[in-house]
């Protein structure tokens, strides 16, 4: 595990609604507080955790996650819904520590990976993600807007 001394990782709490959205709006995708404690409900299961780094008291980053049952394996993927860190915060290690805290509960899930997205409009996410392992070239990821 990460150290990053006076911040610690822990579930996240409806009271972290209004900062989490902060963060979430911050980065570009804008949101209210009242719509992330209702996300926050919705990911209330065995299944789906959000972990914030509490830094003395201020969230300055948070992951969710989902464990998926695979259908064309007998195994669960877990994916990472969402990774922010403060932009202030960013450099320090605090990404890092998230996402090694989601590899930890995707191997306690007995997950045969963890899969995530990074837009190309992203470089320094796609960057972390492959500086830890995480290969690009294995997603074929397509979309369409409904």
Request: proline fraction near 5%; aromatic fraction near 6%; glycine fraction near 8%.
């Amino acid at each position: 595990m990460i150290d990053l001394p006076g911040t610690v990782l822990r579930a996240a709490a409806p009271a972290d609604a209004t900062r989490i959205a902060e963060l979430f709006t911050d980065e570009g995708y804008p949101v209210t507080p009242s719509a992330v404690e209702a996300r926050l409900g919705r990911l209330r299961d065995p299944d789906s955790q959000v972990v914030v780094a509490d830094a003395e008291g201020v969230v300055i980053g948070f992951v969710a996650l989902h464990v998926m049952p695979r259908f064309e394996h007998d195994d669960v993927a877990v994916r990472v819904l969402a990774l922010v860190v403060d932009a202030g915060a960013r450099e320090r290690g605090v990404g890092r520590a998230l996402l090694a805290r989601v590899e930890e509960l995707a191997a306690a899930a007995g997950a045969a990976f963890v899969e995530v997205t990074a837009g190309h409009h992203r470089p320094d996410a796609r960057h972390l993600y492959e500086s830890l392992g995480y290969d690009a070239a294995l997603t074929a990821y397509l979309r369409k807007r409904l």
